[in-house]
């Protein structure tokens, strides 16, 4: 049966082996559930060949890469040239890109260093960027803010207070919502979802990460990005309808997905 809406996943590891194994059938299976797009970002270089390979095989695949804060030891100084050369590439993005200190501040000036080295690499191609960001939202926006970095991106799984999320769409910036919004106890996340602009709002997977609530340990799949809208549609006012327009309009319009660039 043909779906009456149509949705995009900003942020999905396609390349994974997880996803690999059957990847055909994830992408089929995906599109018929209505997913138009699949956005895929890179966090190591040594990720990135095969992201750029299978993108450039369907139009409806999009790359972003990137070098991950929590990554560093797996990060070498010449990646970052690699990184500026790909960037004129057919990217939507540069990320996933930010700042991670869930173990502790160990690394904090390695990773800040990382971070704004690839936010002057975004701002010279005039991309956007995909945020990874734990326990790191207030540096990260005062970065933003020096820097004055004006391509804005999306906040990949955002889980930050209200006042950082305004601060987040006055820069520019679109925030993700996955798998963890279909938890129960997730309740400040789903509250924030709930109240937030529809038109600052996209939804991702993480694929084959952030398994949803009635899917524990299995793998994450982008064909079940309808269940996190649907998840989104109990908490607002708006109809499923117009939540997977407005969120897919802000995919595009933030990612410029109907004007990717050519290789």
Sequence with gaps: MPMNFEIIDTHCH??????????????????????????????????????????????????????HPAYLDKHRDEDIEELRELSSRELVAIGEIGLDFQKGRKCEREQQELFEQQLFIAEESRLPVLLHVR???????????????????????????RQQADHYVKLGFKLGYGGTLTYDRARRIRKLAAELPLTSIVLETDAPDMSLAGRRG????PEYLPEILDTLVSLRPETKEEIAAQTTTNARLILGLDCAREI
């Design 135 to 161: 326990k790191g939202h207030d540096q990260v926006l005062a970065t933003l803010r020096r820097k004055r970095f004006n391509n804005g991106g999306i906040v990949h799984g955002f889980n930050g207070s």
């Design 218 to 221: 299995e793998i994450n799949s």
């Design 14 to 67: 396609m390349d994974m082996t997880e996803l690999r194994s059957d990847f055909d059938g994830v992408l089929d299976r995906s599109m018929r559930a209505g997913i138009t797009d699949f956005v895929i970002p890179g966090y190591v270089r040594s990720g990135w060949d095969r992201i750029l390979e299978i993108c450039i095989q369907k139009p409806y695949l999009h790359p972003c890469l990137g070098l």
